[in-house]
């Protein structure tokens, strides 16, 4: 039996009874490494509560090499954990169909994904979009197919959860071009950088600057540690988050929401608490974003 | 100290380490237990897996007599437990909003939802649109306001999760106008009603029929059971699900994703197991659905 479990977004202890029983009935737990990362526990602590020997997995094992993983779920249990949800930001249903494949029964034990986490900034599940990701932009790679769906989401009044770039074990292109093993270190994309990709994207796309309107209006919120013990949410205009201090939204991981045009009265008035000025913020949530009675 | 804590899909061992341990320090334990239910246990699993006495509270308690849980988190812990996670398909910022305003600490301890669960389907969740919930029609109202937001979704190109009505201690229209304190059994709406009401709707509005086209070419899947033993996925067109036998869903509590415009190569092969017709479901998919490489 292969266990496909999610453990949460950050402390070890995130993981479920049933997940924990799953993993010690199994002889080899593997460890999803590179979509996302834990934020307050490293493999040796949960390696102590597992009381087991975790083994840390690249892209290339389990996009490429995954037979090495499932082969033994066919005569023991093997575990493979999954940073959040096993089906959240990342899916894994490659993995799943490879199984199927393979004739390898295969359970799934779900957790907490970002995607869902992030209702405990106060808006409503609901009224969310389509999620979207920004990559980090390079000298000559800038898409901007995002920010259409942000765009888009926005004229029907929807909010948009927007997830930054996470680039572990990455290789430079000339590293790459030479096939050096050699990985870069790990990047994980800020609120700040979020804000001015798309700010400069703006600037770019007049239409879209139209539809969205000037940033100066536009709610967000930076999503800062979900789950962790120093969380943070920051909320404000695009334009005041980006002219924020950097120390206001700490370490990553962070996501952003950019909020879309209808907030209640209720989560208007619990989301104020987040705000960087919170006077503007009420101002600005009753006057442009009051679709409610 | 409040926790606010999510228990998760469907067995007691769904709650994490972290839930269980807030749990166990806690004064006073609180279900909330008229929007979801947990599908294999009772409370006395609960009790007995937490060693508490565990109260069940009604939508009154949690909206109008909201302080008899809280005020007591001003001296000692008190548990709120919630199935799935605590701002999943119900929001509780009323509750945490409440907390803010009497100065009561309170942490969330979060888990699987319903809203990101799904993806143990095989769609990806960045290509879901607004999610919609459908109510029991009854002779007299029949609001169809979520055939639109799934109509939207669909032009897009993206899914819809339907989440389906629960009623639990309702009182009926003559109870309620007498004052009379009796609670009509529980109902779950299952997959069949969902479609019967989309194709009674359809019928009845021909913009919203042509926009959407026949049912014989919409695919869906119906989640019944999600994150329990006796989890099902059915895949079908609309019309298959309609005529398929009730037995074929099972016991509620059941969802339905009507899926948009795109699925791309993986998600169709591994989506393939849950059909009704395997071999239709892969012709439609890959002429209607097909707008992937």
Chains 1, 2 share one sequence.
């Not at 907030?263 to 619990?270: K, L």
Request: proline fraction near 4%; charged fraction near 25%.
């Amino acid at each position: 039996m292969l266990f496909v479990i999610g453990i949460g977004l950050s402390s070890p202890k995130d993981i479920t009874l049933r997940g924990l029983e799953a993993i010690k009935s199994s002889s080899k737990v593997f460890l999803e490494g590179y979509t996302s990362i834990l934020m307050e526990s490293q493999k040796e602590d949960l390696e102590m509560l597992y009381e087991q020997k975790v083994i840390t997995t690249d892209r290339e094992m389990v996009e490429t090499q995954s037979d090495e993983i499932i082969n033994d779920a066919q005569k023991e249990n093997v575990a493979f954990l999954v940073v959040g949800d096993p089906f959240g930001a990342t899916t894994h249903i490659d993995l799943l169909l490879r199984c199927d494949q393979k004739n390898i029964p295969y359970e799934i034990i779900h957790n907490v994904s970002v995607m869902n986490g992030i209702g405990a900034c106060g808006l409503s599940l609901y009224n969310f979009g389509q999620t979207v990701s920004i990559p980090f932009f390079t000298d000559s790679w800038k898409p901007t197919s995002w920010l259409r769906n942000i765009s888009q989401n926005y004229r029907l009044g929807l909010h948009t959860l927007c997830l930054l770039d996470i680039k572990v074990k990455e290789q430079s292109e000339e590293n790459l071009a030479r096939g050096k093993k050699i990985f870069e270190p790990p990047r994980f994309m800020t609120v700040p950088t979020a804000i001015q990709q798309i700010l400069s994207s703006l600037e770019q796309d007049a239409k879209m600057a139209d539809d969205l309107g000037p940033p100066n209006k536009i709610l967000a919120i930076g999503i800062c540690r979900l789950g962790a013990s120093t969380q943070a949410f920051v909320g404000g205009t695009l334009h005041e988050l980006f002219q924020a201090n950097d120390d206001v939204f700490g370490d990553p991981l962070h996501c952003l929401i950019i909020i879309g045009k209808c907030i209640n009265p209720i989560e208007r008035d619990f989301m104020a608490k987040w705000a960087l000025d919170r006077k503007r913020w009420q101002e600005i949530a009753l006057r442009d974003y009051n679709c409610h009675d």
